[in-house]
């Protein structure tokens, strides 16, 4: 698929003169000369992080070097690498506020404690001056200088001090540490690995390990069994053996051969008493100071508008407090069920803002390699191709964008919320029965959004017990389908097969907020966030996501459930915060979804491609799957007997992530 638009945005490269590394035993590196100067600071940047550790020998800083040009896209203004004796630490930088300032790492007077840092602080003002009133000499005017000195005063807690979005990586020279922590929320990726001769290596994506002589890239068949259920790989692990990710909220600690890790967050839950007015004020107060201090920024600055609640209410308070009209960019289809433009337009119109719309029309042996090479990670979450693409549209006009991600998670908006509880109403034998008829009719089997399809998803997850009622929901290929598809070889390796209520903590989640939580744990900062950030870091374009300010989320769950939801409406509280700010064609619009119509362009245009990729010999010679299974789901799909468009999806992203992030690696290598 391509977008209806002018050529795709160039990218800046870094100056050769800041990629130089130092020798670990100097004990001096541009840092230091960046103290001594005063040149530190900006407000907030986009970038990519990475480093090695090792307790027993000192990592090569060219290594690092080959680490941060495969993350140069996430910061390509500027980069180094820089050298601790037993820690190398390497950075890519994109400049977004005090684009002239901001060198990393930063460091704390003595250069004892230095990082790297990935993401944007917002109470760095009132923790500049606390620190400075301690005694600190934190230099330049920026947020990313306040860390060392805030571990200095706080150790590993310093991080529960941060209100922001972030990733970190922490040298604490005294103590031989190396300290890594993620948001709490995990909207800034992080990863890390140990390699076979113990040196530790961590990296805002995983394509940097591929650079490291030590690594080796072999599929973790388990985790690509979860991948084929949920579509992601759910928990800390990333579809490569050996790589975690390191969970949203935590901490990494490593000295010598020891590394623990640490939660240091989860969302609170507000018990207090409040009428629905007083509510409502919250979530007008909560949301719109949280758009607000997301519109720093010394470079051009715009947002998604989906068409939908949540980025409509972001444009609405964005324009709001913006002098100059806003930038907004919309995609859309030519098939009507899945465009959005009308709605769109009509936020735009209310706004005058600078809009610009893309249609997306099949471009298929162009566009998926260069999504697949994007995502390191396996994603099968068809929504990541059309926002690849308006980032890549949007980075020709800014650098940064705000988006509605979070609206659902944070105020109920997920339709299976109350699937759950009418579920619960249904008998499981005529839950059953009731499946089965109505996935005789054509449309039950062939249009996922018709609602016989809906229907038929409910009544089949009112059938099983209730600990699998929500996997059922969220599952893409059911437990039988990925048995029939593996073969015995491949299912040796895995193991048993778990079905996705247990891939998702086999628990049964208590009322709307157990959902929203067991959401925020596991399907955000599995799927949201990493196709978020990784579709839009590829284009070197920031997006910031009010709606997920941690705040704004605790304020979300507190709330009371006739706030959040009522029959199958949801989002009851953030649309009657923000009526009087929206179109009523939007505010009272139901939830409908970022779809792409998977179904007609398996049947059409991607089916040339789904049979070159899923029969080809590449993918035979694996051995992972059963050739009459594939075969059986491209007949029945093509031939309208089923809708198995978005199961296609996944198995095509599967074997295009094989090939961009196994084969050729292991293959550039030898």
């Not at 150790?155 to 890594?180: C, K, N, Q, Y």
Request: a negative charge; proline letters at 6%; aromatic letters at 6%.
């Amino acid at each position: 698929m391509s977008a209806i638009r002018s050529k795709p945005p160039g990218r800046r490269r870094c100056n050769s003169s800041n990629l130089a590394h130092v020798s670990s035993r100097s004990g001096c590196s541009r840092w230091q000369e960046t103290i001594a100067t005063g040149r530190l600071g900006t407000l907030w940047r986009m970038c990519g992080i990475c480093g090695l550790y090792s307790p027993s020998s000192e990592p090569q800083p060219p290594l690092v070097d080959g680490m941060r040009e495969r993350i140069r896209h996430r910061g390509p203004d500027q980069g180094s690498t820089d050298a601790f004796g037993m820690c190398v630490l390497g950075h890519q930088r994109l400049r977004v506020v005090d684009p002239e300032e901001g060198y990393q790492p930063v460091a704390s007077e003595s250069g004892a404690v230095a990082a790297v840092f990935n993401g944007e602080l917002y109470n760095f003002p009132e923790l500049r001056a606390e620190l400075a009133a301690l005694g600190h000499e934190v230099r330049g005017r920026g947020d990313t200088p306040v860390l060392p000195h805030l571990y200095e005063e706080h150790g590993t807690h310093f991080v529960e001090r941060l209100d922001g979005m972030f990733a970190i990586a922490l040298w604490d020279a005294d103590r031989r540490r190396l300290v890594l922590a993620r948001d709490r929320l995990g909207k800034k990726p992080l990863v890390w690995t140990r390699l076979d001769d113990g040196t530790i290596a961590f990296a805002s994506e995983l394509k940097a390990f591929h650079a490291l002589p030590g690594f080796r890239a072999e599929p973790d068949l388990p985790a690509l069994d979860a991948f084929l259920a949920l579509q992601y790989v759910p928990g800390t692990r990333t579809g490569i053996r050996g790589v975690q990710r390191l969970e949203p909220g935590s901490l990494l600690v490593v000295e010598g051969d020891s590394v623990t890790t640490e939660r240091y967050w989860e969302p609170a839950r507000d018990e207090e008493e409040a009428t629905d007015e007083e509510w409502l004020d919250r979530v007008r107060e909560s949301v719109s100071g949280a758009v607000r201090k997301r519109l720093v920024a010394d470079v051009p600055l715009g947002a998604l508008l989906s068409g939908g609640l949540d980025s409509a209410i972001v444009v609405a308070q964005m324009a709001q407090a913006s002098a100059e009209p806003v930038r907004t960019f919309t995609v859309g289809f030519a098939d009507e069920r899945y465009d959005e433009r009308e709605f769109a337009r009509a936020v735009a119109d209310r706004y005058s803002t600078r809009h610009e719309e893309i249609v997306l029309e099949p471009d298929a042996a162009a566009t998926l390699p260069r999504l697949a090479a994007a995502f390191d990670e396996p994603l099968g979450d068809e929504a990541a191709l059309p926002l690849f693409l308006i980032c890549e549209a949007a980075r020709q006009e800014v650098t940064v964008g705000l988006v509605g991600d979070g609206g659902d998670e944070s105020f109920a908006g997920y339709e299976r919320y109350t699937a759950m509880s009418l579920a619960e109403r249904v008998p499981a034998s005529a839950a059953a029965a009731g499946a089965r008829l109505l996935r005789a009719l054509p449309s039950g089997r062939r249009e996922r959004r018709s609602p016989a399809f809906r229907a038929a998803r409910l009544l089949e997850a009112a059938s099983v017990p209730a600990v699998e009622r929500y996997g059922r929901l969220m599952e893409v290929l059911t437990l039988n389908e990925r048995r029939e598809l593996w073969t015995e070889d491949a299912r040796a390796e895995i193991g048993t097969l778990l079905s996705p209520g247990f891939l998702l903590g086999a628990r049964i989640p208590e009322g709307i907020a157990g959902l929203q939580r067991l959401d925020l744990e596991t399907y955000l900062p599995g799927d949201l966030l990493p196709k978020s950030d990784i579709a839009s870091m590829a284009h070197s374009l920031e997006l910031r996501s009010p709606l997920l300010d941690h705040r704004v989320v605790e304020l979300g769950l507190a709330l009371p459930d006739h706030l959040k939801r009522r029959g199958r409406e949801g989002k009851i509280a953030l649309r009657r915060a923000f009526a009087d700010d929206l179109p009523p064609s939007v505010s009272q619009r139901g939830k409908s979804g970022f779809g792409v119509p998977l179904a007609a362009w398996f049947r059409g245009e991607l089916r040339p491609l789904a049979r070159e990729l899923l029969l080809g010999e590449p993918a035979r010679s694996r051995g992972w799957f059963r050739t009459a299974a594939v075969e059986r789901l491209l007949e029945d799909h093509e031939a309208g007997r089923a809708d198995n468009g978005h199961r296609l999806w996944t198995l095509v992203m599967l074997e295009l992530w094989q090939r961009a992030h196994v084969d050729e690696p292991v293959a550039a290598a030898a």
